[in-house]
């Protein structure tokens, strides 16, 4: 496949391992099934021997501890080995949250493949237009949650349609208000992280966009290349080539290739999968290599079983026979399917924050901090007090509300260091820790000063929200 150069900005910070094409995580020992799934630690039980190394405390984790190896018996034991186990419960007790947009025109067969990916029926209210409510329409934004839950592991997963999209007779334009709720996610999720209560921040960023692209044209539409050349470099945008079962298998791969290069011919930076480790088996690399070229994925849609062979399964049925949707000989609907969900579901997630988010805070501090020299300079003159810097106020959180967590946060600062919590500490170097990472980003040389002038803008809000 012809692949698109990096993006600037977009040179992956990819964790070396992660892992793609890997099945998921081995199951774990039946104790620590039960208490993910019952989430009553007490109860777990240890079937095996407790460590022979006085030096040893006993494992929690059974035999899933790697130092209960009987290799590793007698060694000296610290237990640092388990912290991928403590991490993993850890997230599965928090649950996992995943965005998809789907966009494109409508009638390609998103809501039908959307169901079929998940096993669910999201589109239950859906109201189609007319060809006359069609003409004038704009582009809606809508957004479907489902809380999934399989094998005690939870996923809240939304999905946001894009309805409109392409239909109206004047198209121009058209994913601009795709474009402008892309950012807004990140503009709430920006405004979260920077507000006082930062504990329970809901992540609404859309980690990825499934582009439907219509089987019956020849290649991409202009459409399809401003939208996708508008959105790539704030969302993972996944091609799909729609209704594949409208195409002879020679069809679908001649315009999988004409796609490809018209991708690459127009700048297109679509959602690049993470390169395999070099010491990788050769069987792994060819999975890998198979799902780099299976882009765009051919998908069929269907949520209607029918007996094929004897079984039960997802398919459309023709009177010259069943296309299979689940059947990798007649579409790419599994490796799509494992692609999202089993493989790459956590890399989509981790590109949308190391790299489209990063992206557009850095654009949103060096914006905010011309305002606040603007503002400085403005106030040098007239040495008035007070200042129209937007501070980020956390959504959901009333002027009351706010007013009283900025007088808890004073009185913390207040205190003696010597009469704080061990948990007021924490939140002090929780402020202190976000305060260095906001000024590692300022890249340039004028920016650190800039922070501070911020801290003490902050401060002025403060005092002014005390007075009043
Ligand atoms: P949306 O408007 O993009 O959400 O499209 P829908 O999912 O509502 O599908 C529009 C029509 O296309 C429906 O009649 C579906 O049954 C049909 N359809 C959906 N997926 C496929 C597919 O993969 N192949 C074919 N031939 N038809 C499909």
């Known amino acids: 496949m012809g692949r698109p150069p990096p993006p600037e900005g977009h040179n992956r910070p990819h964790t070396p391992g992660t892992p793609t094409l890997r099945p998921a995580a081995a199951p774990r020992g039946p104790g620590e099934h039960e208490s993910r799934t019952g989430g009553q630690r007490g109860r777990v039980e240890f079937s095996l021997p407790s460590p022979i190394s006085p030096s040893r405390p006993k494992s929690p984790w059974g035999r899933y501890d790697p130092y209960d190896a009987t290799e ?121 992280e920077s507000g006082l209560n930062r504990k329970n921040i809901q992540d609404n960023r859309v980690h990825c966009c499934l582009y439907f692209i219509s089987p019956f044209g020849h290649g991409l539409r202009p459409l399809d290349v401003e939208f996708m050349k508008a959105l790539h470099e704030k969302v993972n945008i996944v091609p799909v080539l729609a209704k594949a079962d409208t195409l002879t298998p020679l069809e ?105 988010y990063e992206n557009y805070r850095a654009h949103c501090i060096q914006s905010m901090t011309r305002m606040v020299v603007k503002e400085r300079n403005r106030n040098k003159l007239t040495r008035e007090s007070g200042t129209d810097f937007p501070i980020p106020t956390a959504p959901g959180v009333s002027d009351s509300e706010t007013e009283k967590l900025i007088r808890e946060k004073d009185e913390e600062v207040r205190q003696p260091p010597h009469t704080q919590t061990q948990e007021q500490e924490c939140v002090t170097q929780e402020c202190v820790d976000q305060e260095c990472v906001m000024h590692d980003e300022c890249v340039q040389e004028s920016v650190q000063e800039e922070c501070v002038m911020q801290e003490e803008s902050v401060q002025e809000a403060e005092h002014c929200a005390e007075l009043c």
Not at 83 to 96: A, D
Not at 254 to 264: A, D, L, S, V
């Open 72 to 192: 590793d018996q007698d060694k000296e034991y610290v237990g640092f080995a388990t912290l991928p186990n403590q991490v993993h419960r850890k997230s599965v007790k928090k649950g996992f949250d995943f965005t998809l947009m789907v966009a494109g025109e409508s009638g390609l067969g998103k809501s039908t493949l959307v169901n079929s990916l998940f096993l669910t029926d999201l589109y239950k209210d859906r109201k189609l237009l007319n060809a006359e409510e069609r003409i004038t329409q704009t582009v809606e934004i809508t957004k479907h949650t489902v809380d999934i839950e399989e094998k005690g592991v939870k996923l809240k997963l939304t999905i946001v349609d894009t309805p409109g999209f392409g239909d109206a007779v004047n198209n121009t334009e058209c994913w601009k208000s795709v474009a402008d709720y892309i950012d807004q996610q990140f503009e709430q999720y920006f405004r979260d």
């Open 252 to 356: 679908v791969k001649k315009k999988k290739i004409k796609i490809r290069e018209e991708i690459e011919q127009y700048g297109i930076k679509i959602y690049q999968f993470p390169d395999c480790d070099s010491d990788e088996d050769e069987e792994f690399k060819q999975q890998d290599q198979e799902l780099k070229d299976s882009i765009p994925f051919a998908v069929i849609g269907s949520n209607t079983v029918v007996e094929a062979k004897g079984k039960r399964v997802r398919g459309r049925l023709y009177p010259w026979g069943i296309v299979e949707v689940e059947n990798p000989a007649h579409c790419d609907f599994v490796k799509l399917r494992n692609m999202l969900v089993r493989t790459h579901m956590q890399d989509l997630k981790d590109v949308t924050r190391e790299t489209h």
